[in-house]
């Protein structure tokens, strides 16, 4: 695996040339007084460097003689592994990771000057830890000062986002296998949950039992806050709480995902409990499975991104309006009031058709470039596909629509895949969860 975050690294500095890139590792976080969150690496960070540890800096400099990548990072301390756990150190940082140069944190203010100030410019990304944003300024604006005596320096601060990220959109063999295993255990879950999920169980029960089977399986964990939504519940689109008892006539909602080796699956079921449709709940499911079907035909090499979101709004608008829940035309209901986001079917489906999936689960890439240019799709990208439709039951409409019945409200339902795109098309990797 080794080889492979160097391979990232070297596709990177080709691409930076003469500037200099600074990744800073993720900053631990509190829980409460003076307990943290298991750590959590942050994705960028990772993925040029497999590196697992806080108070990090990675420093990759293409055009330094000797140092191309450097680690900054903490040193052995047996006193604070006893208590905190283990660490690489500094030595380990070279000889396991494959850096040119690694030195301790402490460190820092003394030696990244020397690596920035032959650059001409610092891609760095302006993130959540404050204090470090104010460290690489200082530096970067100290050697704006002596610029004028020298004749070499960083110029400018870059984003390396827009270099980096669309590197991570296209997943590599290894980095799929890994995705592969996440949603094999997320499989293994959410059937597990249909097989449990009764009325008189509560929805906390289900998910207690989703999780146990992500870490007996070897993942991290959750990807994400398990959403177990049964009843109206289902209408509230990250809903968490997870304390109602299933009953009798209810679908239950499932939005969950395993995390395995830092990559992540996200999966959508929505099912009866009793295992029997109403009339209503069976119009509704088949509509929204219409309209994912549809959608995922769409994800193929070529195709602009909108298109699945396209494809999947028309066919729930067109359904919607031949049950008499929207009236008017079908396209005006689309596009009239689109640029404000008020489109009259949004109280029904107020939410985008997908996303990107991989180190993070919202991934990071971008959607579009300017106002209509939308990212085609390529393979070895992978997004969701989840349509859906939420009746809440305080459901409002404009003033021009039709009163939603009695029967149609409190029914919540999202139906969502992860698809690889292929050469040839696309492969849903989650087809293993029945619907």
């Given at each position: 695996?080794?080889?492979?975050?160097?391979?990232?690294?070297?596709?990177?500095?080709?691409?930076?040339?003469?500037?200099?890139?600074?990744?800073?590792?993720?900053?631990?976080?509190?829980?409460?007084?003076?307990?943290?969150?298991?750590?959590?690496?942050?994705?960028?960070?990772?993925?040029?460097?497999?590196?697992?540890?806080?108070?990090?800096?990675?420093?990759?400099?293409?055009?330094?003689?000797?140092?191309?990548?450097?680690?900054?990072?903490?040193?052995?301390?047996?006193?604070?592994?006893?208590?905190?756990?283990?660490?690489?150190?500094?030595?380990?940082?070279?000889?396991?990771?494959?850096?040119?140069?690694?030195?301790?944190?402490?460190?820092?203010?003394?030696?990244?000057?020397?690596?920035?100030?032959?650059?001409?410019?610092?891609?760095?990304?302006?993130?959540?830890?404050?204090?470090?944003?104010?460290?690489?300024?200082?530096?970067?604006?100290?050697?704006?000062?002596?610029?004028?005596?020298?004749?070499?320096?960083?110029?400018?601060?870059?984003?390396?986002?827009?270099?980096?990220?669309?590197?991570?959109?296209?997943?590599?063999?290894?980095?799929?296998?890994?995705?592969?295993?996440?949603?094999?255990?997320?499989?293994?879950?959410?059937?597990?949950?249909?097989?449990?999920?009764?009325?008189?169980?509560?929805?906390?029960?289900?998910?207690?039992?989703?999780?146990?089977?992500f870490r007996l399986r070897g993942g991290?964990?959750?990807?994400?806050?398990?959403?177990?939504?049964?009843?109206?519940?289902?209408?509230?689109?990250?809903?968490?709480?997870?304390?109602?008892?299933?009953?009798?006539?209810?679908?239950?909602?499932?939005?969950?995902?395993?995390?395995?080796?830092?990559?992540?699956?996200?999966?959508?079921?929505?099912?009866?409990?009793?295992?029997?449709?109403?009339?209503?709940?069976?119009?509704?499911?088949?509509?929204?499975?219409?309209?994912?079907?549809?959608?995922?035909?769409?994800?193929?090499?070529?195709?602009?991104?909108?298109?699945?979101?396209?494809?999947?709004?028309?066919?729930?608008?067109?359904?919607?309006?031949?049950?008499?829940?929207?009236?008017?035309?079908?396209?005006?209901?689309?596009?009239?009031?689109?640029?404000?986001?008020?489109?009259?079917?949004?109280?029904?489906?107020?939410?985008?058709?997908?996303?990107?999936?991989?180190?993070?689960?919202?991934?990071?890439?971008?959607?579009?470039?300017?106002?209509?240019?939308?990212?085609?799709?390529?393979?070895?990208?992978?997004?969701?596909?989840?349509?859906?439709?939420?009746?809440?039951?305080?459901?409002?409409?404009?003033e021009d629509q039709p009163v939603v019945?009695?029967?149609?409200?409190?029914?919540?339902?999202?139906?969502?895949?992860?698809?690889?795109?292929?050469?040839?098309?696309?492969?849903?990797?989650?087809?293993?969860?029945?619907?």
């Amino acid at each position: 695996m080794q080889a492979e975050y160097q391979q990232r690294r070297q596709r990177l500095m080709e691409k930076i040339g003469t500037g200099v890139g600074v990744f800073r590792s993720a900053p631990s976080a509190v829980m409460h007084n003076d307990v943290e969150y298991n750590f959590r690496q942050d994705s960028d960070f990772f993925y040029l460097t497999g590196f697992d540890e806080p108070e990090a800096v990675a420093v990759l400099a293409p055009e330094h003689p000797e140092h191309r990548f450097v680690l900054f990072v903490r040193p052995k301390d047996p006193e604070k592994e006893t208590w905190s756990g283990r660490r690489i150190g500094v030595e380990a940082a070279k000889t396991v990771y494959g850096a040119d140069a690694a030195f301790p944190i402490a460190e820092l203010d003394e030696k990244l000057p020397g690596y920035l100030e032959k650059s001409d410019r610092i891609y760095y990304r302006l993130g959540r830890d404050k204090g470090f944003n104010e460290t690489l300024l200082g530096h970067w604006q100290q050697l704006m000062f002596t610029y004028q005596k020298r004749g070499t320096g960083p110029v400018a601060l870059a984003d390396p986002a827009p270099i980096l990220h669309p590197l991570r959109q296209v997943k590599s063999d290894s980095e799929l296998a890994l995705m592969r295993q996440a949603i094999a255990i997320s499989v293994e879950a959410h059937n597990l949950a249909q097989e449990m999920a009764k009325p008189g169980r509560y929805e906390y029960e289900v998910q207690a039992e989703m999780e146990r089977l992500f870490r007996l399986r070897g993942g991290n964990g959750p990807a994400y806050p398990s959403i177990v939504a049964a009843g109206e519940n289902a209408c509230i689109l990250h809903y968490t709480e997870n304390t109602r008892q299933l009953q009798d006539g209810d679908l239950l909602l499932i939005d969950a995902g395993c995390a395995y080796g830092y990559y992540n699956a996200d999966i959508t079921r929505t099912f009866p409990v009793n295992g029997q449709f109403s009339r209503e709940q069976k119009i509704l499911y088949e509509l929204v499975l219409a309209a994912q079907t549809q959608a995922i035909a769409q994800v193929k090499p070529g195709n602009p991104y909108n298109l699945i979101h396209d494809t999947a709004v028309r066919v729930l608008v067109t359904g919607l309006v031949e049950l008499d829940l929207l009236t008017g035309e079908v396209e005006t209901l689309i596009t009239e009031n689109a640029k404000e986001e008020k489109q009259k079917y949004k109280p029904f489906y107020m939410h985008r058709t997908g996303h990107w999936l991989g180190l993070d689960v919202h991934d990071v890439g971008v959607y579009k470039h300017g106002e209509d240019n939308w990212t085609i799709l390529q393979p070895g990208q992978v997004l969701t596909v989840e349509p859906g439709i939420y009746i809440s039951p305080d459901i409002a409409l404009a003033e021009d629509q039709p009163v939603v019945g009695d029967r149609w409200r409190g029914i919540g339902i999202r139906i969502e895949d992860d698809v690889l795109v292929t050469d040839t098309g696309h492969e849903v990797l989650t087809s293993g969860v029945p619907k």
